[in-house]
């Protein structure tokens, strides 16, 4: 279950357009995140997320030291990328784990708050007169970079994470009883995968040798 | 097993550092194919992933279809990337997953022959003098760029996949002994894992719920 999908690339000088045809907004030295949202995103990982952005470690300092933007400090520009969320498949890319565009669109505006809450919530940065820019949902993300080595990272963020009590002779039906009683939500809605194995309801978590620590996948129906 | 990750970008122009302190290499309209290998990459791959960066489809044309290099056909631009192979650890990026140096170096000046044997091959891609250009493998890479949207895609790309004939009474041992007799590697090396389960050689496939059409993912120990 991901949560959001990121591309980092660190830049001398940056420049995107926010109004199409319209006006644009520049970064210095800093840090470009490049964002997708997808489906088990919700708002609790939304925090996470910007605290990722705000606190990797990807900007050289003057001893080739590595430090976020936060500690730096530096710039930060956040580009939506809803693209970053697609699957090559054969010579295309398919895009079915995206978040819808509304949820998107609502996600990434909260993410950009959570972002600029963070970063004015430390006094390094807010004394050196850096700066957040950010993309406009839904436009067309016309960029232009110089960089000294774009030092490109990708990553992938995990969706919410539950610890659930049972026993080796529950069945997958119980666990998911389990589940929706803990996350409030509908246990007959729940899949439970791991890899490629869809665990059916009525076997024993004993007979599929699902152990105690070990994670599986959660999706709905 | 990952053989390479690679970042895409669609640029309107790209000029990148090849000489340190020295000259520049620059292209059009076209691809910029950020590339790093993973530790299951092998020659045996290498053409498949020089096919993927030609083929895949992220350049709109005037009529907004996307095309790939050689179709469109527009310049690429191959950038020698190390850093894509990070994996997030707390705030830090580890890269336990990459080639060696000098193994990826090799790989690298291979990749770029090999997608400019591919693209020489078109006599689309030949035809309207379109560019091929790269960076020099173990320098930074200082690189300038100008979108039009850089429409960013992630991928990261398996390894050689082989095809076992097996029975459900074989146990795991055997498995890997018919495993290295197709691949030409010693048995007792084998690793078969799939998610976190590592299978133990003295059980049977059809007690580990291995079936037919199954993938299992395989490592050197």
Not at 49 to 61: F, G, N, Q
Not at 134 to 160: D, M, S
């Amino acid at each position: 279950m991901s949560s959001a999908k990121i591309v980092f690339q660190c830049c001398m000088s940056a420049k995107l357009l926010v109004e199409e045809g319209g006006s644009e907004t520049t970064i210095n030295k800093g840090l470009i995140a490049y964002v997708a949202f997808l489906k088990d995103c919700s708002d609790e990982v939304l925090h996470k997320i910007a605290e990722t952005i705000c606190t990797v470690r990807l900007i050289s300092d003057s001893n080739d030291k590595l430090r976020s933007v936060i500690d730096s400090p530096c710039d930060l520009l956040i580009v939506p990328q809803f693209c970053l969320s697609g699957k090559l498949k054969g010579k295309c890319f398919q895009y079915h784990t995206a978040v819808p565009k509304v949820a998107a669109e609502s996600l990434y505006s909260r993410l950009v708050k959570s972002c600029d809450t963070f970063l004015r919530s430390s006094a390094t940065w807010l004394s050196k007169s850096c700066k957040l820019s950010y993309g406009t949902f839904g436009i067309r993300q016309i960029l232009n970079i110089e960089t000294n080595g774009p030092f490109t990272h990708v990553v992938e963020l995990l969706g919410k994470k539950v610890r659930i009590k049972c026993n080796p002779t529950d069945k997958v039906g119980d666990l998911k009883k389990l589940i929706a009683a803990q996350t409030g939500t509908n246990w007959e809605r729940i899949v439970l995968k791991k890899w490629y194995t869809i665990f059916k309801d009525h076997i024993t978590l004993q007979d599929y040798e699902i152990n105690d620590g070990m994670n599986l996948e959660l999706y709905y129906q």
